[in-house]
Nanobody
């Protein structure tokens, strides 16, 4: 199982980035995918998560209206479109997949089985 996150970078406040998470080694369409972020010294936070059907999603309040998540079952990839970025969005962003995710656990990092390496997003004011 492999997950590869990419697309991070350094941007100014208000700019956009699109993170990609490419996957292999599992039946992508059967798994939930989540984007999490972590700032050194702070707790990991679920940002956007989507279940295997694409019908159930979780957004952390701070990104609602700015971030969108989409999954492409054909390409076996998940994308995180981040608009109107703010300095507080600065973090290491991770994608993760989980086989047994339900609505009540979709934002719990411990419920996910595999994680990709992080991609760094830096937003300067």
């Amino acid at each position: 199982v492999q997950l590869q996150a990419s697309g991070g970078g350094s941007v100014q406040t208000g700019e956009s980035l699109r993170l990609s998470c490419s996957t292999s080694g599992f039946r992508f369409e059967d798994y939930a995918i989540g984007w999490f972020r972590q700032v050194p010294g702070k707790k990991r936070e679920a940002v956007l998560c989507i279940d295997s059907s694409g019908e159930s999603t979780y957004y952390v309040d701070s990104v609602k209206g700015r971030f969108t998540l989409s999954r492409d079952n054909y390409e076996k990839a998940v994308y995180l479109q981040m608009n109107s970025l703010k300095p507080e969005d600065t973090a290491l962003y991770y994608c993760a997949e989980g086989a047994r995710i339900i609505t009540s656990t979709i934002r719990q990092g411990t419920a996910y089985d595999y994680w990709g390496q992080g991609t760094l997003v830096t937003v300067s004011s």
